[in-house]
């Protein structure tokens, strides 16, 4: 007799938000399982894969669904940054930063919705830059814009499928992520954005809040769309919301232009 215990699929899952929302997944009684490029040894099993290997990937929510008969959350959390101006930026980088922070994704989700039970769930990672878009982070702000549009599109198509949809949108956290982004290039105005961007970021939420509030959604019967993570990044959407475009670039360009 199979296990009834709740199936999730985390990317990104060996640190930061990924790693947060596995272990807490794991303390709420789910079966997990992650998917990232580094070796991992803890409490739940992952698989060692580049969400960029599509085929890999397709095995293994493959072997997922023949060893568990379902799947009831994937959180799409694998994600990497470029920073630097646009002009500075290397068409490899550039096509990098959109395989993995959106092509992967949207892979991910098409090879996963055929294994996802009733009443399942997808979580992805977006930011709150791709609300409102960042100066010398615009690959970034594109493919989390694009994470969060194509999050409300398939919420449509999941819908006679009973499969809720959910783009999580977190603003500055405190995660290796920030060391870990590629910068590019010498442009002075782009290296102090971008040093202004790390120190809100090392002063940011910590990647377990952030998975309170992934981790929140999940057990929601109806997430919303589209949830924004802390005060300050739920009034920065408001923001965005009720003031001309114009006007927020011309704020965003006083902190980071």
């Known amino acids: 007799m199979k296990d009834i215990k709740k199936v999730a699929v985390v990317t990104g899952a060996t640190s930061g938000i990924g790693l947060s929302v596995a272990n807490r997944l794991l303390k709420n009684g789910y079966k997990v399982y992650g998917i990232a490029r580094r070796e991992f040894s803890g409490e739940f099993e992952c698989f060692q894969a580049d969400v960029r290997d599509h085929e890999k990937t397709a095995e293994i929510l493959k072997t997922v669904y023949e060893r568990e008969g379902k799947i009831d959350v994937l959180v799409n959390n694998a994600g990497m940054g470029v920073a630097g101006a646009i002009d500075e930026i290397s068409a490899d980088n550039i096509k990098t930063i959109c395989d993995i922070n959106l092509t992967a994704l949207c892979v991910l989700c098409s090879q996963a919705v055929p294994y996802i039970c009733e009443g399942g769930k997808i979580i992805n990672v977006s930011s709150v830059g791709g609300i409102i878009p960042l100066p010398y982070q615009a690959l970034y702000s594109a493919t989390k814009a694009g994470v969060e549009v194509f999050s409300r599109a398939i919420a449509t198509e999941l819908k006679p499928k009973k499969i809720k949809v959910c783009a999580v ?22 290296e102090r954005s971008v040093k202004k961007m790390e120190h809100d970021e ?56």
């Open 169 to 190: 949108l977190p603003g500055d956290t405190k995660t290796g992520f920030t060391d870990a982004r590629i910068c590019e290039g010498e442009n002075k105005r782009a």
């Open 202 to 257: 090392r002063h940011g939420k910590s990647p377990d809040y952030v998975a309170k509030i992934i981790c929140k959604q999940i057990k929601r019967k109806k997430p919303p769309l589209r949830v924004s993570v802390g005060g300050l990044s739920k009034f920065e959407v408001f923001l965005a919301k009720i003031f001309p475009l114009r006007f927020v670039n011309f704020i965003v360009s006083k902190i980071y232009g």
